[in-house]
């Protein structure tokens, strides 16, 4: 069953601004990872916190972790049009096996 | 960081055939995987492919109807047997280098069955 659940499921943005996806999930993790796919394609992996971590940076992209309120956050600062994608979270939990949530489908317009 | 590619990239195939896909990394990964995504849907894990025996499935998927292979640490297959309209998605390997806990992806394949 799915244990990741992004919100919003659509976002759509002006270029220069900020995107922000959150991510919830049900049980305890070892980490989180977050992925985009654009259109339909292969995932391609942004970052990956630890259980233990808060915070995490790369590049324009910023997510944290708040494990106490199972719960993440990723956000795109001056997004750019080829930022339009689909973002996913996805938690593993021991098992080396992930789960992902259902994606938020992120637009930014020129 | 590892590059995965997949053969074929798509296909339209007809009810009642299977189809076999191929899953290539460029580097020794302990883990593979093999995931379906449906249309307009996130992705659910069909099997983790273990090298020199039998893949390890998730419940609702089934050897028979989804045979893996993964003959050695850089190389699998999976095929989708007996298919039907429902089985239009695409399928994605992916693989995880050790120590890494990060897993990438192959590009997918996709698959329509008429």
């Known amino acids: 069953s799915q244990q990741g659940e992004e919100d919003p499921q659509a976002l759509s943005i002006q270029e220069g601004e900020n995107a922000t996806m959150n991510c919830s999930y049900k049980t305890s993790i070892n980490n989180l990872q977050w992925y985009r796919q654009n259109s339909g394609r292969g995932l391609v992996h942004l970052i990956l916190?630890?259980?233990?971590?808060r915070e995490k940076h790369s590049g324009r992209l910023r997510v944290t972790l708040d494990t106490s309120k199972k719960s993440s956050s990723l956000l795109i600062t001056a997004s750019r049009a080829a930022d339009t994608a689909s973002y996913f979270c996805?938690?593993?939990?021991?098992?080396?096996?992930?789960?992902f949530g259902k994606g938020t489908k992120l637009t930014v317009n020129p | 960081s590892a590059v995965i590619s997949q053969k074929p990239s798509r296909d339209i195939c007809q009810r009642g055939t299977s189809l076999t896909i191929q899953c290539q990394v460029d580097?020794?990964?302990?883990?593979m995987f093999w995931y379906r995504q449906q249309p307009g849907q996130s992705l659910t894990l069909i099997a983790t492919?273990?090298?020199?025996?039998?893949?390890?499935?998730e419940s609702g998927f089934v050897i028979d109807k989804f045979p893996i292979s993964r003959p050695n640490l850089t190389f699998s297959t999976l095929t989708v047997s007996n298919m039907s309209p429902e089985d239009s998605s695409i399928y994605l390997c992916s693989g995880e280098l050790g120590g890494t806990d990060t897993q990438y992806f192959g590009p997918g394949t996709r698959l329509t069955v008429l």
């Open positions: 916190i630890r259980s233990n971590e």
């Open positions: 996805a938690t593993e939990g021991g098992s080396e096996k992930l789960v």
């Open positions: 580097s020794q990964v302990t883990m």
């Open positions: 492919a273990n090298q020199g025996s039998e893949a390890t499935y």
